[in-house]
């Protein structure tokens, strides 16, 4: 890995170190991020390509509608959010700081054949230079939270995004029930999130992204908010943007 640069925080990654192993596992320590998927972020991204006009007329709606769409998938972990993008047809590039999790995702790709699927284990700041404007979009998912400088790490990725191109965004809100949902209840009551997995203080609002997106000429186009039911147990988008929200906007031509 390249040298990373300050946006990065060692402890995160030690964290991300200690669920590598169970990253697969439906029912393991990041099982919210497995039912958010198929919940939130790819209708999320499917509305949103598809305005955009990146999806083609004859994949709407089919299981390959992401066909020649490149996307850059910013904390691309174990893979989780990258394979079910290029099993869709999308050509995609997952760039994480942590190691182990990117060996995890080259092992995991291997049950596939022939997906376009690339990993690079450093940091997007470290790979914007020679990536400029070479998506057609970019995902952001569950990354805003985990890093010790949103702006920069937003700046770099909108870098690598095409003008009209979109980036899609997932967070935890910095608010009194950020924290009291995310973290009290659900890492400390409840235990569906491992203990110490979030920190208040790298929540940030979508008024706040929306500032950083504005400076790197992006328009917000919507944000939703997004619901973990402890009573269904899976999410759902909601008018209530207050806990956790999803995002999404276009780099201006």
């Not at 402890?11 to 669920?19: D, H, T, V």
């Not at 690079?120 to 914007?128: A, K, L, P, R």
């Not at 057609?136 to 690598?160: G, N």
């Amino acid at each position: 890995m390249a040298e990373s640069k300050s946006s990065v925080i060692q402890s995160e990654i030690e964290a991300f170190n200690k669920y590598a192993a169970d990253w697969w596992n439906p029912n393991g320590m990041i099982k919210l991020l497995h039912q958010m998927i198929p919940a939130i972020r790819i209708p999320l991204m499917k509305s949103g390509l598809t305005d955009a006009g990146l999806v083609k007329e004859e994949n709407k709606g089919k299981s390959n509608m992401f066909e020649g769409i490149k996307i850059l998938d910013v904390g691309s972990g174990g893979g989780l959010m990258a394979e079910p993008m290029a099993l869709m047809g999308a050509q995609v590039t997952g760039v994480d700081p942590t190691q182990k999790l990117v060996d995890v995702a080259n092992e995991h790709i291997k049950i596939h054949e022939n997906l376009k699927v690339e990993y690079i284990c450093d940091t997007v700041e470290n790979i914007s230079a020679n990536n400029k404007e070479k998506f057609d979009a970019v995902t952001f998912f569950d990354v805003a939270e985990h890093v010790s400088d949103v702006r920069q790490v937003l700046k770099a990725s909108v870098e690598c995004l095409k003008p009209g191109g979109r980036i899609f965004i997932t967070t935890w809100n910095k608010t009194f029930m950020g924290w009291f949902y995310g973290i009290f209840l659900l890492e400390y009551v409840f235990g569906i999130v491992p203990r110490g997995a979030h920190d208040i203080k790298l929540f940030i609002s979508p008024e706040k992204i929306t500032e950083y997106l504005e400076e790197f000429n992006c328009k917000t186009l919507e944000v939703r908010g997004t619901w973990y039911s402890l009573w269904k147990r899976d999410w759902s988008f909601t008018s209530y943007t207050g806990v956790f929200y999803a995002m999404q906007a276009v780099k201006e031509k």
